[in-house]
């Protein structure tokens, strides 16, 4: 790959980042594309409440973080080897890592201007207000001019009610080797003075049974394909996607944010949304066989589908060309705005709450995993301890509470998200409007509050460039 030289202005609109490796080498893995490992470990961090104490440590813990180059050169060592029939897992030991910097913690420790995301343009006021909403952190209420979200803190977990530092993703193939990496660093950080950390453990799918398979999607706790729909970065990856509409393939400014620089040379990091979210799969599963009842279906199946808008399989109920799950959209069965649904797909329908799938597009890369046991291979359906560990990356955080507050429903009338929307009586009752082929009429039935959020922050996940430069402070300072 030819090398090219940095520029001093780099315009991120129309860049193929995959022809610049020393930008690559700055920026962190599992930002342009999942890092796709089968078991995952989401650690929060609170520093030492000493400032140098907590440079330090983020000094310490830049040595074990992952950049995009590191990640596409073993992603080709695995397939090579992989190819030859020998995956070879011994040599893949060393845990995918991503670090991510809450708002509070650059600010307690002077980072924000040495580093921190850059201030939003005057003609960027949805990014400002997104800027606020990082300041605020993901416990304030939030409410811009395009959303409002309140992701009520009250009812979270009270260990992930914390003010938060930094947010430690470590990932591997196979588990005793993420448990030995997240003891190590577990040690690390009592060393380096850490005052809290809360860890949470999962899966790339909730059925276990399903790691390591090729080809096969992931599936989240309610037992659907997840991880289907994905924006989609880099060029070589792109070129044979660019035919859908709306096309998948996105210039890299709506998933990389510029930082303050720390030497006067371009940076960029990505915000990231983390949240606990609990899922109880006995309750979609019933409030679905009652929805089956009302629409006269022939299975609950049917019903569940209808809820996220795609079957179990990750068949859109929008038909797509065969072998390609992601090639629709919605011209061909438009909102119904007397009777606010939809007659293919439902308007509450999670998939379409989440992305109208027409431009402009909100782009959100979506990189979490499954928490909690995997049931689907031990019955019943439980009620808590299961659910999924989201994490959605993209240039403002401007996507995820637009998103959030969809989900609430745009008005009334339309009904909350039918996966993970929660029902309101203080505001409107919720319900959602559903098409019943057999009666040929519309149904009024509400799907809502199987999703219960448990924490969360936000972070932003900053470029290695800035986390060196703390290094090489801490150094000077003889210290790391
Ligand atoms: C426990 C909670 C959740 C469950 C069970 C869930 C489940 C799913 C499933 C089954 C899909 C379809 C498969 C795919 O396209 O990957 C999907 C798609 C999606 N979800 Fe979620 N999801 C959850 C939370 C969220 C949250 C909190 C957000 C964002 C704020 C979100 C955003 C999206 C987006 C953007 C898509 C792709 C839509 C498209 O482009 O068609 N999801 N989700």
């Not at 420790?109 to 850059?118: I, R, S, V, Y």
């Not at 939003?120 to 209420?141: H, I, S, V, Y």
């Amino acid at each position: 790959m030819a090398r090219k030289q940095h520029t001093k202005t780099v315009s991120l609109e129309e860049l193929d980042i995959e022809q610049h490796p020393d930008l690559l080498d700055e920026l962190q893995g599992n930002i342009l594309k999942g890092h796709g490992r089968n078991y995952s470990a989401a650690i929060f961090v609170v520093l030492s409440e000493q400032k140098e104490v907590a440079r330090q440590a983020i000094a310490k813990l830049t040595r074990l973080v992952w950049s995009a180059q590191r990640q596409q050169e073993s992603a080709r060592a695995w397939r090579k080897r992989a190819a030859g029939g020998n995956p070879d897992r011994a040599s893949e030991r060393k845990p995918f890592c991503m670090l991510g910097v809450s708002a509070h913690c650059y600010k307690r420790l002077g980072l924000d201007t040495f580093g921190g995301p850059a201030q939003a343009q005057d003609n960027q006021p949805a990014q400002a207000a997104a800027l606020e909403a990082f300041q605020n952190g993901m416990k304030g209420r939030v409410k811009t001019p395009y959303a409002r979200w309140d992701p009520a803190p009250d009812g979270w977990e009270s260990p992930l009610k914390q003010d938060f530092d930094l947010f430690i993703l470590l990932a591997n193939n196979e588990k005793p080797n993420l448990d030995k990496s997240v003891d190590d660093l577990k040690t690390l950080l009592g060393e380096s003075g850490t005052m809290g950390i809360q860890i949470e453990r999962g899966r790339k799918s909730a059925r276990e049974s399903d790691l390591g398979k090729a080809g096969v999607h992931p599936v989240e706790h309610f037992g659907f394909a997840d991880g289907i729909a994905m924006p989609v970065f880099l060029k070589s990856e792109g070129a044979k996607l660019k035919h859908r509409k709306p096309s998948p393939v996105h210039n890299l400014d709506t998933i990389l944010w510029p930082e303050n620089s720390v030497d006067g040379t371009p940076s960029f990091g990505s915000f990231l949304a983390v949240m606990k979210l609990e899922q109880n799969v006995r309750a979609f599963q019933q409030r679905a066989a009652e929805l089956k009842d009302a629409l006269e279906l022939t299975s609950a199946d049917e019903a569940e589908a209808l809820a996220v808008g795609r079957r179990k399989d990750g068949t859109p109920l929008i038909p797509a060309p065969p072998g390609d799950l992601d090639d629709f959209n919605y011209d061909d069965d438009p909102l119904d705005r007397e009777n606010f649904g939809a007659k293919q797909c439902p308007a509450s329908a999670h998939i379409r709450r989440m992305n109208l799938r027409r431009e402009p597009q909100l782009v959100l890369a979506r990189r979490g995993f499954h928490y909690g046991e995997s049931w689907m291979e031990t019955q019943p359906p439980p009620e808590k301890e299961v659910g999924l560990l989201f994490l959605g990356l993209a240039s403002t955080l401007h996507n995820f509470i637009v998103m959030m507050g969809a989900t609430r429903g745009p008005s009334c009338t339309y009904g909350v998200d039918a996966v993970i929307g929660k029902s309101q009586p203080e505001r409107c009752d919720g319900s959602q409007h559903w098409w019943s082929e057999k009666a040929a009429k519309w149904v009024e039935f509400q799907m809502a509050d199987f999703v219960t959020p448990l924490g969360g922050e936000y972070f932003f996940v900053p470029s290695l460039r800035f986390l060196r430069a703390i290094e090489a402070e801490a150094q000077a300072n003889g210290a790391a």
